[in-house]
């Protein structure tokens, strides 16, 4: 059974910064593009960013609103992707989830990360 475990959100200042981890189980995160996703309150889920196979290479990808800020990684012994998020901004605050690029998945529950002073 296919389960995606996000965890890691939490209330942080403007600049400060989280790590994000989205632990997979049922299948095997390096056979996969994983991407994490956010959505704010009111809004449409966006792609936030990706990372492609192992096979594929391994590629990375940003949305632009996040380049320089974020940072995407796989562990495959951990069959974990983490997103590394750093000087967050207040439109930063949304419910985080990870899944593949094709949102293959049943969605996990997410994480929550608030911007605020």
């Known amino acids: 059974q296919v389960q995606l475990v996000e965890s890691g959100g939490g209330l942080v200042q403007p600049g400060g910064s989280l790590t994000l981890s989205c632990a997979a189980s049922g299948f095997a995160v390096s056979t996969e593009t994983m991407a994490w996703y956010r959505r704010a309150t009111g809004k449409e889920r966006e792609l936030v960013a990706q990372?492609?196979?192992?096979?594929?290479?391994?590629?990375?990808g940003y949305r632009q609103s996040v380049l320089g800020r974020f940072t995407i990684a796989r562990d495959n012994s951990e069959n974990t992707v983490y997103l590394r998020m750093t000087n967050l901004k207040p439109e930063d605050t949304a419910e985080y989830h990870c899944?593949?690029?094709?949102?293959?998945?049943?969605w996990g529950q997410g994480t929550q990360v608030t911007v605020s002073s």
């Open positions: 990372i492609t196979s192992a096979r594929s290479g391994g590629g990375i």
């Open positions: 899944n593949t690029i094709n949102e293959s998945y049943q």
